[in-house]
Nanobody, 121 residues
Framework: QVQLVESGGGLVQPRESLRLSCAAS????????MGWYRQTPGKQRQLVATITRGGITKYADSVQGRFTITRDNAREAVYLQMDNLKLEDTATYYC???????????????WGKGTLVTVSS
């Protein structure tokens, strides 16, 4: 069973940086879109950034110019470089992947268990 394992969260001061990593626990048939979402208490989980298998990226307006999403298809991994962090970036960050298990499979959404990022002065 494929699992998404995140790492890299922690406590950081404003304007500093963190790099989040996520990798599939085992070889998947095909991983399409991967990405990062975040959630704070009392709010819905929101998109941070996504990246297609071909490298097309999408970012939330609030993180454009500060965050960079990349992926390594061979390693089945996705990364989020978070620069110039702000207080409002504090959240639990969840890794996402749409994974197909056959040629006829449209893909299933997979989620990591989350990694906490706290931005505080």
């Amino acid at each position: 069973q494929v699992q998404l394992v995140e790492s890299g969260g922690g406590l950081v001061q404003p304007r500093e940086s963190l790099r989040l990593s996520c990798a599939a626990s085992e070889r998947a048939f095909r991983i399409a879109t991967m990405g990062w979402y975040r959630q704070t208490p009392g709010k819905q989980r929101q998109l941070v950034a996504t990246i297609t298998r071909g490298g097309i990226t999408k970012y939330a307006d609030s993180v454009q110019g500060r965050f960079t999403i990349t992926r390594d298809n061979a390693r089945e991994a996705v990364y989020l470089q978070m620069d110039n962090l702000k207080l409002e970036d504090t959240a639990t960050y969840y890794c996402y992947a749409k994974i197909a298990n056959s040629w006829y499979d449209e893909g299933t959404d997979y989620w990591g268990k989350g990694t906490l990022v706290t931005v505080s002065s």
